[in-house]
């Protein structure tokens, strides 16, 4: 295995026109994402580093792709900004590897995904070409968007080297409250109550009996909707008083406790130890069906129940109960031989941008 | 007329009466909201159902006839502009909301659905669909896919292709595809393809079944009409908002002309003013409350001339009549316009319209200004006359020269109205050779026979007839009014 680490575009134009198969990695922050690429130059873009453009009055943001998160989101903070998406780890990912692998965390419930805030790129394709897609302005529908399209594509049909985001301002206070049922379906009904309401959480998730550190221990604990709210100091407290009540109208919810509001608590995956550790993209209704399969395993269901975060010693059973379910999942770490898992992607558009960005198939 | 051998190839996917081939009965689809331009497409097919569009595709693709589909043919970028001897794919009639599922937030519709008729339909869940183009009575979800239709609410929550979960499409090839999925994350997994298919204008193929996601309904909208007597202090105001922290649901901005369309055709009750700004909170009812105080604030301290606040939902209204119903008012004051929909980074906003002031007194053409302030959005609309001699090559260079400038400053050509057959040649402004190369290779990997809106986006290409002058095909044959 060989590794490089290019410093600027050029480098990395001639190493990808030299190479056969080129794999790229961020910070190796998700290591099954590099399973399956022996023989491949991998390529590091650490070197590729730094803030290139950051306007707080036009909600834009220009980085290199090699750049660490926290770099970006430090430099954000300063201005009272932030990545509405929610980089899922802050800390380890580079902003590629957010976006080659569209991880999101649980503060993506209130404004979306990577995909919503993607402004434009520059890339390296498998033909060794350096150009852009997408722009530099919050708005923008000239041409393809093949930037929306780098998400989530794992570095298999061009590079990014440069990425441009919207981003938003923040908001200075923050409470989280934790809400106990003894089913998930109860715990369900809650998150399709707020669905309908016009409650403005920050972030939803749902922790499982005995999986999350306030359950743990407990037997026979319940199941704890945790809920954020985001404000400023005049109203928050009103606002989660409300909300409280609204929750508790009736008798279903056993319990409500304040938490106290931290990076760990919203760290969906702070307490998943597994071998493997996987993400699914799970429309709520298919919460129950898929739980009971997995419910042996340490799991989280964040974003109003929209993402499952699973871990696992045993990636087959997994494949098997996604599979049963009709769901695809993403495994982030555990050697395995595809980080796809359960139901395989229609792929009938990619193949098209593939034949166009990286013919000859270098892209790994 | 087509070729014998075509008509009967359709002929067996359609009935008579869903196959439109006499003159009188193409004439509606003969030019979108580009009023400027116009074809005769060779026929018209209304598909009821996705299998004839399928269909249709295939054959076309089997005899590399060009096709465009066409929604409600308001595109201002003459997207919906038939081919010349090409086929119209009519999908008006797939105006199906397949389902609407409260508990999870989305909907499932047929893409020639109207954009309202999704709020309409999600209302009693409390829930509503946020993209609002001011077409949004009239236009269709297919439509807004392909120009990632924008509105003035577009600011916070986004545009079309934030609202759109998953799709099920046919390919120009003819190969039928799905992606996405229920789940909000959308894609979630794997390039993410329906950001891909969103804003194609019509290049990819044909969206079938496309699934979009809800919003709650806001509990609380506040809403201040703010006037001042020099336009660049209204775009003041709108970096002074942003500097606040504050995220406003919307923020607009229109100009003298604009202003006195609008008083004109609905009676907005506008202050007389050199420029008028729209801001609208949206959200929590406590925090908004909260927010708008904050907001009025530096609306004061603004130095605008007069401050409303919209009392009541009746209020709030009128000063949205007045903003949406602008672009059709704007075509009371003159027989011609076109519309531009640059991009400028908010900050040169200011720079954007003195520059844009003083084209229009090179080119001696009225300018309205009416836009998306908040994200820097320009819809200029160049007043002219077309039964003049030369007034439409006038109106078309200073068009010109308003995306030349919004390229020079920064931005983009086309913020969400799209490239079509109007802005085609400017496409190389804004992206290098080879980036045009790659979205051309992109295009033909999908579509070998190119025959999918054939003459759109790329520079080139044979052009329908220039018209001197004329109103909507639907408009002159009675279907839709400018109101
Ligand atoms: C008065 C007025 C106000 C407007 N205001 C706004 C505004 O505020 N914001 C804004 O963004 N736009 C606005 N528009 C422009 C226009 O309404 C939008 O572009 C709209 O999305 C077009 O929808 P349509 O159904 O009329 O599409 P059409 O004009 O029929 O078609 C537009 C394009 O979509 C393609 N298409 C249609 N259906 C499909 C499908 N199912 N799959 C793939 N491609 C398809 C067509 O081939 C064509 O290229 C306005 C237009 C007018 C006339």
């Not at chain 1, 809400?179 to 749902?206: G, K, V």
């Not at chain 2, 809800?214 to 703010?226: D, F, G, I, K, S």
């Not at chain 2, 995220?247 to 420029?275: N, Q």
């Amino acid at each position: 295995m060989t590794m490089y680490a290019p410093r600027s575009v050029t480098e990395l134009q001639a190493l990808v026109l030299d190479s056969e198969r080129i794999h790229v990695i961020g910070n190796g922050s998700k290591p099954a994402l590099h399973c399956a690429v022996n023989g491949a130059a991998i390529v590091d873009l650490s070197g590729m580093s730094g803030i290139i453009e950051y306007q707080p009055a036009e909600y834009t943001a220009t980085v290199r792709a090699g750049a660490p998160v926290r770099e970006l989101s430090a430099a954000l903070r300063e201005k009272g900004q932030y990545l509405p998406f929610d980089p899922l780890l802050p800390e380890a990912a580079t902003i590629g590897g957010t976006v080659a692998s569209n991880l999101s965390g649980s503060r993506r419930f209130r404004y979306g995904g990577v995909r919503d805030f993607i402004l434009g790129a520059q890339v390296v394709d498998g033909e060794g070409r350096a150009f852009g897609v997408g722009g530099k302005v919050v708005k923008n529908s000239a041409g393809f968007d093949l930037s929306k399209f780098l998400v989530g594509s794992m570095g298999k049909y061009a590079i990014m080297t440069e990425l441009t985001f919207k981003v938003f301002p923040d908001v200075p206070r923050f409470r989280s409250l934790g809400f106990h049922y003894e089913e998930l379906e109860e715990a369900l009904s809650a998150i399709y109550f707020i669905n309908q309401s016009a409650y403005e959480l920050d972030a939803l998730d749902l922790a499982p009996p005995s999986v999350h550190p306030i359950n743990r221990g407990k037997k026979n604990g319940n199941w704890m909707l945790l809920a954020r709210l985001a404000g400023f100091d005049d109203t928050l407290p009103r606002r989660v008083e409300r909300f409280t009540a609204a929750m508790t109208r009736d008798t279903a919810t056993i319990r409500v406790e304040e938490l106290h509001d931290s990076a760990a608590l919203w760290n969906p995956l702070a307490d998943l130890t597994g071998e493997f550790l996987v993400k699914v993209v799970i429309p709520p209704k298919q919460l129950p069906a898929f739980d009971a399969l997995i419910a042996h395993n340490r799991r989280r269901y964040s974003v109003g129940g929209n993402i499952a975060w699973a871990a696992t010693d045993d990636i087959a059973q997994l494949d098997t109960a996604l599979t049963s379910c009709g769901l695809t999942g993403l495994c982030l770490s555990g050697a395995v031989d595809s980080a796809l898992i359960g139901v395989p992607i229609d792929n009938a558009l990619a193949e098209r941008v593939k034949q166009v960005l990286d013919p000859l198939g270098k892209l790994v | 007329m087509m070729n014998r051998g075509i008509l009967q190839a359709l002929q067996k996917i359609y009935p008579a009466d869903r196959l439109l081939t006499r003159d009188v009965e193409l004439l509606p689809y003969e030019s979108d909201a580009l009023t400027a331009f116009n074809a005769k497409p060779g026929a018209v097919v209304l598909p009821v159902n996705e299998e004839e569009i399928i269909d249709t595709v295939r054959l076309c693709h089997q005899l590399a006839l060009p096709f465009v589909a066409r929604g409600s043919g308001t595109s201002l970028s003459g997207g919906s502009l038939p081919i010349p001897e090409g086929l119209t794919i009519g999908l008006n009639r797939l105006n199906r909301i397949k389902k609407i599922d409260p508990l999870q937030r989305i909907a499932v519709v047929e893409p020639g659905v109207i954009n309202l008729h999704i709020t309409e339909a999600a209302q009693p869940y409390g829930l509503y669909y946020a993209p609002d183009p001011s077409s949004q009575s009239i236009c269709t979800i297919g439509g807004n896919i392909a120009f990632n239709s924008g509105g003035a609410h577009c600011l916070k929550y986004g545009m079309t292709s934030n609202h759109v979960l998953a799709m099920k499409v046919v390919l120009a090839d003819g190969t039928v595809t799905r992606f996405g999925g229920e789940s909000v994350d959308g894609v979630g997994i794997g390039p993410d393809l329906v950001g891909l298919f969103v804003g194609s204008e019509g290049l990819f193929g044909i969206a079938l079944e496309i699934t979009v996601r809800l919003m709650p309904q806001p509990e609380l909208y506040q809403t201040v009409l703010a006037a001042y007597d020099d336009l660049g202090r209204a775009g003041d105001a709108v970096s002074m908002v942003v500097a606040s922290g504050l995220l406003p649901g919307a923020m607009e901005i229109m100009d003298r002309l604009a202003i006195k369309a609008a008083e004109a055709s609905v009676s907005a009750g506008y202050p007389d003013a050199e420029a008028l700004l729209i801001v609208e909170l949206e959200g929590e009812a406590l925090q908004v409350e909260a927010e708008f105080e904050q907001l009025l604030g530096i609306i004061e301290k603004s130095s605008a001339i007069e401050v409303r606040v919209a009392q009541n939902e009746e209020e709030r209204t009128r000063i949205w009549k007045g903003r949406k119903g602008a672009f059709s008012a704007v075509g009371r004051l003159s027989p011609d316009y076109i519309v531009q929909d640059g991009v400028v980074p908010r900050s040169r906003l200011g720079e954007a319209l003195v520059e844009i002031g003083a084209l229009k007194d090179k080119y001696q053409l009225d300018v309205a200004n009416v836009f998306h302030a908040g994200d820097g959005n320009l819809h200029p609309l160049i007043l002219y006359d077309g039964r003049e001699a030369g007034a439409l090559e006038r109106a078309e260079a200073l068009a010109g020269e308003i995306l030349a400038l919004c390229i020079s400053l920064g931005g983009s050509i086309t913020g969400e109205h799209g490239i079509g057959m109007e802005k085609r040649d400017y496409l190389p402004a804004m992206f290098s050779e080879e980036e045009i190369d790659i979205m051309e290779g992109l295009r033909r990997a999908i579509d070998p026979n190119e025959i999918a809106n054939r003459g759109k986006m790329f520079p080139g290409g044979e052009a329908p007839a220039l018209s001197q002058h004329g109103v909507h095909p639907l408009e002159r044959a009675g279907l839709i009014s400018r109101e």
